[in-house]
Protein backbone atom coordinates (compact mmCIF):
# COMPACT_ATOMS: atom_id res chain seq x y z
CA UNK A 1 0.00 0.00 0.00
CA UNK A 2 1.23 3.60 -0.95
CA UNK A 3 1.10 5.44 1.94
CA UNK A 4 1.23 9.59 1.96
CA UNK A 5 4.63 11.33 3.11
CA UNK A 6 4.60 14.61 5.68
CA UNK A 7 7.37 17.01 7.03
CA UNK A 8 7.43 18.89 10.05
CA UNK A 9 10.04 21.27 11.69
CA UNK A 10 10.01 23.59 14.28
CA UNK A 11 7.90 26.80 13.47
CA UNK A 12 10.67 28.79 12.80
CA UNK A 13 14.29 28.26 12.11
CA UNK A 14 16.98 31.11 12.49
CA UNK A 15 20.56 30.00 11.32
CA UNK A 16 24.04 31.33 11.57
CA UNK A 17 27.02 32.77 13.38
CA UNK A 18 25.56 35.57 16.29
CA UNK A 19 22.10 34.22 15.27
CA UNK A 20 21.38 34.54 19.36
CA UNK A 21 21.60 38.35 19.03
CA UNK A 22 18.18 38.65 17.70
CA UNK A 23 16.88 36.20 20.11
CA UNK A 24 14.84 39.48 22.26
CA UNK A 25 13.50 40.52 18.55
CA UNK A 26 12.11 37.56 17.93
CA UNK A 27 10.51 36.42 21.80
CA UNK A 28 9.24 39.75 21.28
CA UNK A 29 7.32 38.57 18.12
CA UNK A 30 6.23 35.51 19.88
CA UNK A 31 4.44 38.13 22.41
CA UNK A 32 6.36 36.51 24.99
CA UNK A 33 6.91 38.30 28.39
CA UNK A 34 8.42 36.42 30.78
CA UNK A 35 10.35 33.01 30.11
CA UNK A 36 12.13 30.16 31.82
CA UNK A 37 15.75 29.94 30.31
CA UNK A 38 16.70 25.88 30.79
CA UNK A 39 20.61 25.36 31.20
CA UNK A 40 23.00 24.13 33.56
CA UNK A 41 26.33 24.87 35.36
CA UNK A 42 28.47 24.31 33.14
CA UNK A 43 27.35 26.44 29.98
CA UNK A 44 27.04 29.66 32.53
CA UNK A 45 30.84 29.16 33.49
CA UNK A 46 31.62 28.79 29.92
CA UNK A 47 29.99 32.18 29.46
CA UNK A 48 27.02 30.67 27.03
CA UNK A 49 24.11 32.54 29.10
CA UNK A 50 25.48 35.87 28.38
CA UNK A 51 24.17 35.73 24.86
CA UNK A 52 21.40 34.94 25.28
CA UNK A 53 20.17 36.76 28.44
CA UNK A 54 21.40 40.13 26.52
CA UNK A 55 19.15 40.04 24.08
CA UNK A 56 16.44 39.33 25.75
CA UNK A 57 16.86 41.76 28.41
CA UNK A 58 17.41 44.47 25.93
CA UNK A 59 13.93 43.79 24.54
CA UNK A 60 12.80 43.76 28.00
CA UNK A 61 11.59 40.32 28.43
CA UNK A 62 12.02 38.82 31.91
CA UNK A 63 13.30 35.56 32.58
CA UNK A 64 14.59 33.22 35.21
CA UNK A 65 17.19 30.76 35.19
CA UNK A 66 16.66 27.40 35.63
CA UNK A 67 20.74 25.86 36.24
CA UNK A 68 19.91 22.72 36.98
CA UNK A 69 20.01 20.73 33.96
CA UNK A 70 22.53 17.40 33.76
CA UNK A 71 23.36 15.00 30.81
CA UNK A 72 20.84 12.74 29.66
CA UNK A 73 18.21 14.29 32.53
CA UNK A 74 16.57 11.95 34.59
CA UNK A 75 12.94 12.19 35.90
CA UNK A 76 14.52 13.47 39.41
CA UNK A 77 15.59 16.67 37.38
CA UNK A 78 12.54 17.35 35.51
CA UNK A 79 10.90 17.32 39.11
CA UNK A 80 13.16 20.05 39.91
CA UNK A 81 12.90 22.34 37.06
CA UNK A 82 9.39 21.89 37.16
CA UNK A 83 9.53 23.12 40.95
CA UNK A 84 11.24 26.02 39.73
CA UNK A 85 9.01 26.84 37.21
CA UNK A 86 5.54 26.19 38.94
CA UNK A 87 5.66 29.38 41.15
CA UNK A 88 7.18 31.63 37.96
CA UNK A 89 4.33 31.06 35.47
CA UNK A 90 6.48 31.59 32.45
CA UNK A 91 4.70 32.35 29.13
CA UNK A 92 7.28 30.51 27.36
CA UNK A 93 10.40 28.36 27.89
CA UNK A 94 13.81 28.68 26.54
CA UNK A 95 15.65 25.09 26.33
CA UNK A 96 20.00 26.45 26.15
CA UNK A 97 22.26 23.66 25.75
CA UNK A 98 22.91 19.98 24.50
CA UNK A 99 20.01 17.59 23.59
CA UNK A 100 19.55 17.42 27.72
CA UNK A 101 18.69 20.71 28.50
CA UNK A 102 16.41 21.25 25.65
CA UNK A 103 15.04 17.69 26.14
CA UNK A 104 14.30 18.74 29.65
CA UNK A 105 12.50 22.27 28.63
CA UNK A 106 10.21 20.45 26.19
CA UNK A 107 9.39 17.90 28.75
CA UNK A 108 8.69 20.71 31.22
CA UNK A 109 6.23 22.52 29.03
CA UNK A 110 4.60 19.60 28.28
CA UNK A 111 3.89 18.79 32.09
CA UNK A 112 3.50 23.00 33.36
CA UNK A 113 0.42 23.11 29.85
CA UNK A 114 -0.88 19.60 30.40
CA UNK A 115 -0.55 18.24 33.84
CA UNK A 116 0.34 14.94 35.32
CA UNK A 117 4.25 14.09 35.39
CA UNK A 118 6.80 13.07 32.66
CA UNK A 119 6.05 9.72 32.86
CA UNK A 120 2.39 9.96 31.47
CA UNK A 121 3.69 11.22 28.58
CA UNK A 122 6.03 8.50 27.32
CA UNK A 123 5.85 6.87 24.38
CA UNK A 124 4.39 8.01 20.98
CA UNK A 125 2.06 10.32 20.06
CA UNK A 126 0.94 10.60 24.33
CA UNK A 127 1.32 14.71 24.37
CA UNK A 128 -2.89 15.97 24.24
CA UNK A 129 -2.37 19.33 22.43
CA UNK A 130 -0.47 22.15 22.14
CA UNK A 131 2.51 22.96 25.04
CA UNK A 132 3.61 26.31 26.20
CA UNK A 133 5.83 28.07 23.73
CA UNK A 134 9.44 26.62 23.28
CA UNK A 135 12.61 28.14 22.21
CA UNK A 136 15.50 25.82 21.50
CA UNK A 137 18.94 27.25 21.35
CA UNK A 138 21.29 24.18 20.82
CA UNK A 139 25.04 24.58 21.72
CA UNK A 140 26.18 21.13 20.84
CA UNK A 141 26.13 19.68 16.98
CA UNK A 142 24.71 16.82 17.44
CA UNK A 143 20.84 15.87 18.51
CA UNK A 144 18.77 18.20 16.00
CA UNK A 145 16.68 18.73 19.38
CA UNK A 146 16.09 22.13 18.44
CA UNK A 147 14.13 20.97 15.46
CA UNK A 148 12.50 17.27 16.54
CA UNK A 149 9.50 15.72 18.27
CA UNK A 150 11.41 14.18 20.84
CA UNK A 151 12.21 14.85 24.29
CA UNK A 152 14.70 11.65 25.89
CA UNK A 153 14.98 11.26 29.60
CA UNK A 154 16.81 8.70 31.77
CA UNK A 155 14.35 6.24 33.72
CA UNK A 156 16.74 5.33 36.48
CA UNK A 157 15.06 2.80 37.92
CA UNK A 158 14.35 0.93 34.91
CA UNK A 159 17.93 1.53 33.89
CA UNK A 160 17.47 2.47 30.03
CA UNK A 161 16.36 5.52 28.26
CA UNK A 162 12.94 6.50 27.50
CA UNK A 163 10.94 9.01 25.14
CA UNK A 164 8.78 11.34 24.36
CA UNK A 165 7.51 11.62 20.99
CA UNK A 166 4.87 13.91 19.67
CA UNK A 167 4.75 16.49 17.17
CA UNK A 168 3.53 19.78 19.18
CA UNK A 169 7.04 18.69 21.23
CA UNK A 170 8.82 20.75 17.88
CA UNK A 171 9.82 24.00 19.12
CA UNK A 172 8.04 26.79 17.82
CA UNK A 173 11.73 28.32 17.69
CA UNK A 174 14.62 27.35 16.92
CA UNK A 175 18.00 29.53 16.86
CA UNK A 176 21.28 27.63 15.82
CA UNK A 177 23.80 30.24 16.39
CA UNK A 178 27.05 27.97 15.51
CA UNK A 179 29.43 30.72 17.97
CA UNK A 180 27.83 28.76 21.00
CA UNK A 181 29.36 25.46 19.98
CA UNK A 182 32.92 26.70 20.29
CA UNK A 183 33.51 26.06 23.89
CA UNK A 184 32.04 22.32 23.39
CA UNK A 185 34.86 19.85 24.98
CA UNK A 186 36.19 17.64 22.63
CA UNK A 187 34.46 14.56 23.78
CA UNK A 188 31.14 16.27 23.90
CA UNK A 189 32.28 17.31 20.21
CA UNK A 190 33.08 14.25 19.10
CA UNK A 191 29.98 12.52 20.31
CA UNK A 192 27.21 14.94 19.84
CA UNK A 193 28.55 14.53 16.12
CA UNK A 194 28.74 11.10 15.64
CA UNK A 195 25.00 11.07 17.17
CA UNK A 196 24.07 13.38 14.53
CA UNK A 197 25.91 10.93 11.82
CA UNK A 198 24.07 8.33 12.98
CA UNK A 199 20.67 10.11 12.81
CA UNK A 200 21.67 10.85 9.27
CA UNK A 201 22.54 7.32 8.42
CA UNK A 202 19.64 5.51 10.32
CA UNK A 203 17.45 7.67 8.54
CA UNK A 204 18.79 7.30 4.72
CA UNK A 205 19.46 3.34 5.31
CA UNK A 206 15.36 3.57 7.30
CA UNK A 207 12.67 1.03 6.28
CA UNK A 208 10.62 2.86 2.63
CA UNK A 209 7.59 4.92 4.02
CA UNK A 210 5.64 2.71 1.68
CA UNK A 211 6.22 -0.17 3.60
CA UNK A 212 5.96 1.16 6.77
CA UNK A 213 4.68 -1.37 9.35
CA UNK A 214 2.43 0.94 11.64
CA UNK A 215 -0.49 -1.19 13.35
CA UNK A 216 -4.24 0.21 12.27
CA UNK A 217 -5.07 2.46 14.64
CA UNK A 218 -1.68 3.20 16.05
CA UNK A 219 0.39 6.67 15.55
CA UNK A 220 3.81 8.13 15.25
CA UNK A 221 5.83 10.74 14.61
CA UNK A 222 8.18 8.60 12.20
CA UNK A 223 6.89 7.47 9.06
CA UNK A 224 9.79 5.72 7.02
CA UNK A 225 12.12 7.00 4.51
CA UNK A 226 11.10 9.35 1.66
CA UNK A 227 12.45 11.81 -0.35
CA UNK A 228 12.93 15.13 1.05
CA UNK A 229 14.19 13.30 4.06
CA UNK A 230 16.97 11.74 2.06
CA UNK A 231 18.66 14.83 0.89
CA UNK A 232 18.76 16.38 3.93
CA UNK A 233 20.57 13.19 5.31
CA UNK A 234 22.90 13.06 1.94
CA UNK A 235 24.29 16.14 3.04
CA UNK A 236 24.57 15.96 6.31
CA UNK A 237 26.03 12.77 5.88
CA UNK A 238 28.74 14.86 3.59
CA UNK A 239 29.20 17.29 5.81
CA UNK A 240 29.92 15.24 8.91
CA UNK A 241 32.58 13.32 6.96
CA UNK A 242 33.79 16.23 6.35
CA UNK A 243 34.24 18.60 9.38
CA UNK A 244 33.63 16.39 12.30
CA UNK A 245 37.87 15.31 12.83
CA UNK A 246 38.42 19.25 11.80
CA UNK A 247 35.79 20.21 14.76
CA UNK A 248 37.45 17.68 17.40
CA UNK A 249 40.73 18.55 16.54
CA UNK A 250 40.91 22.32 16.06
CA UNK A 251 37.63 23.42 18.49
CA UNK A 252 38.05 27.15 17.41
CA UNK A 253 37.71 26.54 13.75
CA UNK A 254 34.66 28.45 12.60
CA UNK A 255 34.25 26.86 9.74
CA UNK A 256 34.32 23.16 11.03
CA UNK A 257 31.86 24.44 13.57
CA UNK A 258 29.10 26.09 11.49
CA UNK A 259 28.87 23.01 9.16
CA UNK A 260 28.50 20.99 12.11
CA UNK A 261 26.02 23.37 13.56
CA UNK A 262 24.12 22.86 9.82
CA UNK A 263 24.89 19.48 9.66
CA UNK A 264 22.92 18.17 12.70
CA UNK A 265 19.73 20.41 12.83
CA UNK A 266 19.91 18.81 8.45
CA UNK A 267 20.46 15.15 10.38
CA UNK A 268 17.74 16.53 12.72
CA UNK A 269 15.07 17.21 10.40
CA UNK A 270 15.57 13.80 8.78
CA UNK A 271 15.07 11.54 11.54
CA UNK A 272 12.51 13.25 13.41
CA UNK A 273 10.38 12.90 10.31
CA UNK A 274 11.67 9.19 9.06
CA UNK A 275 12.42 7.58 12.34
CA UNK A 276 15.80 6.48 14.00
CA UNK A 277 16.39 2.29 14.03
CA UNK A 278 18.63 -0.45 15.47
CA UNK A 279 21.29 1.47 16.07
CA UNK A 280 19.10 3.97 18.98
CA UNK A 281 17.17 1.14 20.15
CA UNK A 282 20.41 -0.88 20.88
CA UNK A 283 21.89 2.39 22.97
CA UNK A 284 18.65 2.87 25.11
CA UNK A 285 19.84 -0.24 27.85
CA UNK A 286 23.34 0.70 26.94
CA UNK A 287 23.57 4.14 27.62
CA UNK A 288 20.79 3.27 30.59
CA UNK A 289 23.20 0.54 32.35
CA UNK A 290 26.55 2.30 31.98
CA UNK A 291 26.06 5.94 31.11
CA UNK A 292 27.69 6.44 28.64
CA UNK A 293 27.07 9.55 26.41
CA UNK A 294 24.23 9.00 24.21
CA UNK A 295 26.46 9.78 21.18
CA UNK A 296 29.44 7.74 22.57
CA UNK A 297 27.02 4.58 22.64
CA UNK A 298 25.71 5.42 19.40
CA UNK A 299 28.69 5.70 17.42
CA UNK A 300 30.31 2.79 19.15
CA UNK A 301 27.74 0.35 17.99
CA UNK A 302 26.99 1.99 14.71
CA UNK A 303 29.44 0.10 12.76
CA UNK A 304 27.87 -3.18 14.12
CA UNK A 305 24.43 -2.33 13.15
CA UNK A 306 25.64 -1.13 9.54
CA UNK A 307 27.24 -4.19 9.07
CA UNK A 308 24.05 -5.99 9.89
CA UNK A 309 21.90 -3.77 7.52
CA UNK A 310 24.18 -3.86 4.57
CA UNK A 311 22.29 -6.18 2.77
CA UNK A 312 19.00 -5.06 2.99
CA UNK A 313 20.07 -1.70 1.87
CA UNK A 314 23.23 -2.42 -0.47
CA UNK A 315 23.25 0.70 -3.15
CA UNK A 316 22.19 3.34 -0.13
CA UNK A 317 25.30 2.35 1.97
CA UNK A 318 27.27 2.60 -1.07
CA UNK A 319 26.23 5.96 -1.67
CA UNK A 320 26.85 6.56 2.47
CA UNK A 321 31.06 5.34 1.18
CA UNK A 322 31.16 7.93 -1.55
CA UNK A 323 29.24 10.97 0.29
CA UNK A 324 31.90 10.14 3.37
CA UNK A 325 35.07 10.33 0.70
CA UNK A 326 35.65 6.80 0.03
CA UNK A 327 36.64 6.25 -3.76
CA UNK A 328 34.47 3.04 -4.76
CA UNK A 329 35.43 3.50 -9.10
CA UNK A 330 35.37 -0.33 -9.84
CA UNK A 331 34.00 -1.90 -6.88
CA UNK A 332 30.91 -4.18 -6.82
CA UNK A 333 27.88 -2.96 -5.15
CA UNK A 334 28.55 -5.00 -2.11
CA UNK A 335 32.59 -4.09 -1.64
CA UNK A 336 31.68 -0.43 -2.29
CA UNK A 337 28.68 -0.87 0.23
CA UNK A 338 31.55 -2.58 3.09
CA UNK A 339 33.31 1.01 2.55
CA UNK A 340 30.56 3.05 4.61
CA UNK A 341 30.99 0.52 7.42
CA UNK A 342 34.95 0.83 7.24
CA UNK A 343 34.69 4.61 6.94
CA UNK A 344 32.80 4.56 9.72
CA UNK A 345 35.30 2.35 11.94
CA UNK A 346 38.01 5.12 10.45
CA UNK A 347 36.25 8.09 11.87
CA UNK A 348 35.23 6.61 14.67
CA UNK A 349 38.55 6.26 16.16
CA UNK A 350 40.05 9.30 14.92
CA UNK A 351 37.60 11.13 16.92
CA UNK A 352 38.11 8.96 20.13
CA UNK A 353 34.68 7.31 20.35
CA UNK A 354 35.09 3.70 22.61
CA UNK A 355 35.44 0.65 19.69
CA UNK A 356 33.74 -1.98 21.89
CA UNK A 357 31.47 -1.97 24.85
CA UNK A 358 33.01 -3.71 27.23
CA UNK A 359 35.49 -0.43 27.02
CA UNK A 360 32.69 0.76 28.95
CA UNK A 361 32.85 -1.67 31.56
CA UNK A 362 29.72 -3.98 29.61
CA UNK A 363 30.44 -7.79 30.51
CA UNK A 364 29.01 -10.63 28.80
CA UNK A 365 26.45 -11.86 31.27
CA UNK A 366 24.56 -8.12 30.78
CA UNK A 367 23.94 -8.71 27.50
CA UNK A 368 20.95 -10.59 27.17
CA UNK A 369 18.89 -8.09 29.45
CA UNK A 370 20.02 -5.51 27.12
CA UNK A 371 18.76 -7.50 24.31
CA UNK A 372 15.60 -8.07 25.43
CA UNK A 373 15.08 -4.24 26.10
CA UNK A 374 16.17 -3.31 22.78
CA UNK A 375 13.37 -5.80 21.40
CA UNK A 376 10.90 -4.27 23.58
CA UNK A 377 11.55 -0.45 21.91
CA UNK A 378 9.07 -1.53 19.06
CA UNK A 379 8.32 2.04 17.21
CA UNK A 380 11.94 2.25 16.52
CA UNK A 381 12.67 -1.39 15.50
CA UNK A 382 9.83 -0.61 12.92
CA UNK A 383 12.07 1.57 11.23
CA UNK A 384 14.88 -0.73 10.69
CA UNK A 385 15.29 -2.03 7.15
CA UNK A 386 15.73 -5.18 7.79
CA UNK A 387 13.37 -6.90 10.66
CA UNK A 388 15.59 -8.20 13.60
CA UNK A 389 15.16 -11.30 15.90
CA UNK A 390 16.12 -11.83 19.81
CA UNK A 391 19.25 -13.58 18.39
CA UNK A 392 19.95 -11.03 15.96
CA UNK A 393 20.31 -8.38 18.74
CA UNK A 394 22.35 -10.49 20.82
CA UNK A 395 24.65 -11.68 18.36
CA UNK A 396 25.34 -7.91 17.67
CA UNK A 397 25.68 -7.32 21.34
CA UNK A 398 28.40 -10.24 20.85
CA UNK A 399 30.29 -8.61 18.42
CA UNK A 400 30.50 -5.21 19.62
CA UNK A 401 31.78 -6.56 23.11
N1 LIG B 1 15.36 15.22 21.42
C1 LIG B 1 15.99 14.57 20.48
O1 LIG B 1 15.51 14.53 19.35
C2 LIG B 1 17.26 13.87 20.81
C3 LIG B 1 17.99 13.26 19.77
C4 LIG B 1 19.18 12.62 20.11
C5 LIG B 1 19.65 12.62 21.41
N2 LIG B 1 18.90 13.21 22.39
C6 LIG B 1 19.35 13.23 23.80
O2 LIG B 1 20.18 14.38 23.98
C7 LIG B 1 21.12 14.11 25.04
C8 LIG B 1 22.53 14.33 24.56
O3 LIG B 1 22.69 15.67 24.16
P1 LIG B 1 24.10 16.25 23.66
O4 LIG B 1 24.85 15.20 22.94
O5 LIG B 1 23.79 17.49 22.94
O6 LIG B 1 24.91 16.54 24.99
P2 LIG B 1 24.41 17.09 26.42
O7 LIG B 1 23.31 18.05 26.27
O8 LIG B 1 24.16 15.90 27.29
O9 LIG B 1 25.70 17.87 26.93
C9 LIG B 1 26.84 17.15 27.39
C10 LIG B 1 27.72 18.03 28.26
O10 LIG B 1 28.32 19.03 27.47
C11 LIG B 1 28.15 20.31 28.06
N3 LIG B 1 28.08 21.28 26.97
C12 LIG B 1 27.15 21.34 25.99
N4 LIG B 1 27.42 22.35 25.15
C13 LIG B 1 28.55 22.95 25.59
C14 LIG B 1 29.32 24.06 25.15
N5 LIG B 1 29.01 24.73 24.04
N6 LIG B 1 30.39 24.42 25.89
C15 LIG B 1 30.75 23.74 26.99
N7 LIG B 1 30.06 22.66 27.46
C16 LIG B 1 28.98 22.26 26.76
C17 LIG B 1 26.88 20.21 28.85
O11 LIG B 1 26.86 21.14 29.89
C18 LIG B 1 26.94 18.78 29.36
O12 LIG B 1 27.66 18.70 30.55
C19 LIG B 1 20.87 12.68 25.46
O13 LIG B 1 20.04 12.62 26.58
C20 LIG B 1 20.19 12.08 24.24
O14 LIG B 1 19.43 10.93 24.54
C21 LIG B 1 17.74 13.85 22.10
FE1 LIG C 1 20.46 10.21 18.86
Redesign the pocket.
Known sequence: MRQTWTFHSAGQLVFGPGAADQLGELAGRMRLKRLLIVT?R??VA?G?LKPVQGPLAAAGISFEVFDG?????SLDVVERCLAQARPFKSDGLLGL???????LA?IAAVVLTHGGAANDYFGEDRVPGPVLPLICV???A????EV?????L?DKANQI?VGVLSNYLRPQLAVVDPL??????RT?TA??GI?ALT?AIEAYTAIDNEHFPLPPGERSVYQGRHPLADCLAEKAIELIGRHLPRAVESPGDLAARENMALAATLA?LAF?NVGVALVHAMEYPV?GATHC???AGNGLLLPFVMRFNLPARLPHFARIARLLGEDTTGLGESDAALRAVTAVERLKAAIGIPARLRDLGVTREQLPLFAEKTLGIKRILRVNPRPVTADDVLGIFEEAL
Open positions: DSLALGEPEPGGGSNMDKPTTGTGSTAASVTKLTVSCPVDSDHGSGSHG
